[in-house]
Nanobody
């Protein structure tokens, strides 16, 4: 399993970003995918999850209305569109897949920094 995130960067408050996660090494279209984030000194928390077919979408309360998760099963890629960025959104963002009960896989993460 290989997950590679991209699209992070330095953005001013109110700006937007689209994160991408390219997946390989498993049957992408068969698994739900998730985005997590980890701010400095804090735990890694889930922000959004999407079902294998693109339905079954859930968001953390803190990002509802600003974050949109989507996927393209033909491209083995999951996206996270982030709008109206706030300084508290600053974190490393990870995509993740749980293949079975014992195995959750992570990408290397992409840094999102929101600052003026």
């Amino acid at each position: 399993v290989h997950l590679v995130e991209s699209g992070g960067g330095l953005v001013q408050p109110g700006g937007s970003l689209r994160l991408s996660c390219a997946a390989s090494g498993f049957t992408f279209s068969s698994y739900a995918m998730s985005w997590y984030r980890q701010a400095p000194g804090k735990e890694r928390d889930v922000v959004a999850t999407i079902g294998s077919s693109g339905s079954g979408i859930n968001y953390a309360d803190s990002v509802k209305g600003r974050f949109t998760i989507s996927r393209d099963n033909a491209k083995n890629t999951v996206y996270l569109q982030i709008m109206s960025l706030k300084p508290e959104d600053t974190a490393v963002y990870y995509c993740s897949v749980r293949i079975d009960y014992f195995n959750r896989y992570w990408g290397q993460g992409t840094q999102v920094t929101v600052s003026s």
